[in-house]
T-cell receptor
Framework: DQQVKQNSPSLSVQEGRISILNCDYT??????FLWYKKYPAEGPTFLIS???IKDKNEDGRFTVFLNKSAKHLSLHIVPSQPGDSAVYFC???????????WGAGTKLIIKP | DSGVTQTPKHLITATGQRVTLRCSPR?????VYWYQQSLDQGLQFLIQ???????AKGNILERFSAQQFPDLHSELNLSSLELGDSALYFC?????????????FGDGTRLSIL
């Protein structure tokens, strides 16, 4: 029973173009959504988050969009840079429940 | 550098054995979380401690236990190890216990069961 799905195991994007990573969730009670980035042999690093009261949050080149009716979350990276090549995880949490529930990750490859 | 230290980085042992994984949280963080990541899967939450007390429990097996010490470092004990326990084990820390603040992760301990 996967509550959080990242359906694309990998994504290849040309340097300078937009990267769009997607995440779907099943439970409408989730109210906080996060993206983490992970390089090989390192732990995940927090990237950006969004609360369910918003539908967009921006931080520099990174923008997260939340579509509550579709239970869909996306991360846009513009412009994509070689250092963005990593595995991206979406994670969700529900109110007072302390657990983060993680997607399986999408490997982003930025081509020069 | 996240400020979270995990030791050892790699651990190779045999079925039936017991191991202890150690985590030192970021300075000032009171919460410690343990996660398991099996091959090509997302992280699975195991357990959280806040200021020495167990705060939340996830999909942690009875063969696994954890504790947080007064100096806030934490240990995850895995016993009667099985082949399926081979995974990356991550520790993370955060300031609060119920916060939407980001968790800061160590680089993980890779456990291989032969």
């Amino acid at each position: 029973d996967q509550q959080v799905k990242q359906n694309s195991p990998s994504l290849s994007v040309q340097e300078g173009r937009i990267s769009i990573l997607n995440c779907d969730y099943t439970n409408s009670m989730f109210d906080y959504f996060l993206w983490y980035k992970k390089y090989p042999a390192e732990g995940p690093t927090f990237l950006i988050s969004i609360s369910s009261i918003k539908d967009k949050n921006e931080d520099g080149r990174f923008t997260v969009f939340l579509n509550k009716s579709a239970k869909h979350l996306s991360l846009h990276i513009v412009p994509s840079q070689p250092g963005d090549s990593a595995v991206y995880f979406c994670a969700v949490k529900r109110g007072s429940n302390y657990q983060l529930i993680w997607g399986a990750g999408t490997k982003l490859i930025i081509k020069p | 550098d996240s400020g979270v230290t995990q030791t050892p980085k790699h651990l190779i042992t045999a079925t039936g054995q017991r191991v202890t994984l150690r985590c030192s949280p970021r300075s000032g963080d009171l919460s410690v979380y343990w996660y398991q990541q099996s091959l090509d899967q997302g992280l699975q939450f195991l357990i959280q401690y806040y200021n020495g007390e167990e705060r939340a429990k996830g999909n942690i097996l009875e063969r696994f236990s954890a504790q947080q010490f007064p100096d806030l470092h934490s240990e995850l004990n895995l016993s009667s190890l099985e082949l399926g326990d081979s995974a990356l084990y991550f520790c993370a820390s955060s300031v609060g216990f119920n916060s939407n603040q980001p968790q800061h992760f160590g680089d993980g301990t890779r456990l291989s069961i032969l």
